[in-house]
């Protein structure tokens, strides 16, 4: 019966491993399309300016380039906008500082860099926590929790099967207690 048990822990640990490598090469997959579709998503960036706001808004917290870099991605090299200093990052950072002179909101900025990366939302650091990016923060945690409850799955039987075996031959576990 124990060994029905310990196959069945065992299968659904294949399970969880299996699963996760499934996610991570999808998301290896998702990254390297990036990567390729990037390259010839840089002249859109630098074709289309933020169009103007009819009046200049002024937000209590004024949007910045700088904060605004540090929540999007470089097409061309896969690191934020803030250490990236490729021509594509240049033209993004100009394009940023437009949409802040003109008053934009960075929620505004975000979503018009998205569109004009035609809705590849790749171009965000940090996915959006609804639709399909909500997964980008649900799966890690799935995944740790499925882990740690394995985890602890196995402790409680290899603590269960310690005592029973110690219940079982209780002379060898007092002999080699004793000194």
């Known amino acids: 019966m124990l060994r029905a048990r310990t196959g069945s822990v065992l299968r659904w640990g294949a399970v969880a491993v299996f699963v996760t490598w499934v996610f991570l090469l999808a998301y290896m997959l998702g990254a ?18 933020p169009k103007p706001v009819l009046e200049v808004r002024r937000a209590e917290a004024q949007t ?17 906008l803030d250490s990236s200093h490729s021509p594509a990052a240049e033209r993004m950072r100009v394009w940023i500082q437009t949409a802040v002179a003109n008053g934009w909101s960075e929620d505004e900025i975000m ?46 039987r290899w603590r269960r099967n310690q005592r029973s075996a110690a219940l079982e031959n209780p002379a060898s576990s007092s002999a080699g207690h004793s000194s």
Not at 64 to 80: E, F, G, H
Not at 112 to 136: F, K, Q, T
């Open 64 to 80: 910045t380039v700088a904060k605004v870099s540090r929540n999007v991605m470089c097409p061309t090299c896969d690191t934020t």
């Open 32 to 49: 390297a399309s990036n990567a390729s579709a990037a390259e010839s998503d840089t002249v859109v960036a630098t074709q289309n300016q």
């Open 111 to 156: 979503a018009g860099l998205v569109d004009e990366y035609g809705g590849d939302e790749s171009i965000l650091a940090v996915p959006r926590a609804e639709g399909i990016g909500l997964l980008a923060w649900l799966v890690p945690l799935v995944v740790v929790l499925a882990a740690a409850s394995y985890g602890l799955l196995l402790v409680r």
